[in-house]
């Protein structure tokens, strides 16, 4: 069902998750074999996508006979207008793929993080938790607790231990982001990696840690990436992010020390923003600054602050 007011990519997925249906397995293969049931085909962890001029994803309807031998392994995403709809995933080169992609069927393999830019908001909200919990399947083959192979329940939101019945349930990692500022100034950071030789920045995150609250989260990825202390954490928003399992939990917090001095194994470089030059970079008038694209929460939080959008601290 859809939420108004979830609106980050990937955060508008209209589907009912289906949580009284999933209770018998009988039931969920009857409905895998009604005639109205869809079923997004995954490849390689790549969406396919209608390559019309409206871009939309592309879904196989059950009366196709290629399906016959994925009914027992699609993964239930969810159901809307009474239909029932499901992912599967196929190979490079499979009947499936063949018939996709060399059947003029118009389809195009998309990577999860263009169909965020492509798809319009409820399709890339399928997307990524379709590509999310097939990424979990393909790595719950086995127990983590005594090797042995398990098998899905649920229509995907369970595996099972065919040795010693433990039961694994999908990963999601939970990742705090924040924009630190001290009233007319923001800290943005720049993470080791292929960014690095840009002029990109954006606001600090990483993992939370077992045991440990969102501010506390907070406290410490600042503390550590930066050496600033902070106070006044607020939530503002989240977003799931499919790359592979994360969810992005936003915060603004205010600065308690403003001295700089970042961890130099894991960080590029952290600085100090003016306003106007954030407002200058989102505006795309900027020579010195590169804020992440609207994809990203980074964007919203950086864009909530400029704008002067947030309750004062």
């Excluded at 499901?86 to 990577?111: E, M, N």
Aim: with cysteine; charged share 25%.
């Amino acid at each position: 069902m859809s939420i108004k007011g979830f609106g980050h990519v990937f955060s508008r997925n209209p589907l009912n998750r289906g949580e009284v249906e999933r209770r018998s397995e009988e039931d969920l293969l009857t409905m895998a074999n009604r005639e109205s049931s869809l079923f997004l085909a995954i490849r390689d962890l790549n969406i396919p996508v209608n390559s019309n001029r409206k871009k939309s994803l592309h879904w196989m309807k059950r009366s196709h006979h290629l399906l016959d031998k994925e009914i027992k392994t699609a993964i239930l995403l969810g159901i809307r207008g009474g239909v029932y709809h499901y992912a599967i995933k196929i190979k490079s080169g499979s009947d499936i793929d063949t018939f996709l992609t060399h059947q003029d069927q118009g389809v195009d393999f998309i990577d999860i993080r263009t169909c965020g830019q492509l798809l319009a908001p409820e399709d890339a909200g399928i997307a990524a938790q379709a590509r999310i919990q097939l990424y979990w399947h393909d790595r719950m083959a086995f127990c983590s607790l005594c090797g042995s192979k398990t098998f899905m329940k649920r229509g995907g939101q369970v595996r099972q231990c065919s040795s010693c019945n433990t039961e694994h349930f999908p990963r999601t990692d939970p990742v705090i982001i924040v924009l630190v500022h001290d009233g007319e100034h923001c800290l943005l950071g720049q993470s080791k990696g292929r960014l690095q030789q840009t002029n990109m920045y954006s606001a600090l995150a990483g993992f939370m840690d077992q045991g440990e609250a969102i501010e506390e989260a907070v406290y410490r990825e600042v503390k550590e990436e930066a050496g600033i202390e902070v106070m006044n954490v607020k939530y503002h928003s989240s977003q799931p992010w499919p790359l592979p399992h994360s969810l992005m939990i936003g915060c603004h917090a205010e600065a308690k020390t403003k001295d700089i001095q970042f961890d130099k194994e894991e960080m590029t470089d952290v600085q100090w923003f003016p306003r106007n030059e954030i407002i200058k970079s989102l505006n795309g008038e900027s020579d010195v600054l590169q804020i992440p694209m609207q994809l990203a929460i980074a964007h919203h939080l950086i864009k909530a602050w400029a704008k002067k959008e947030i309750p004062v601290l």
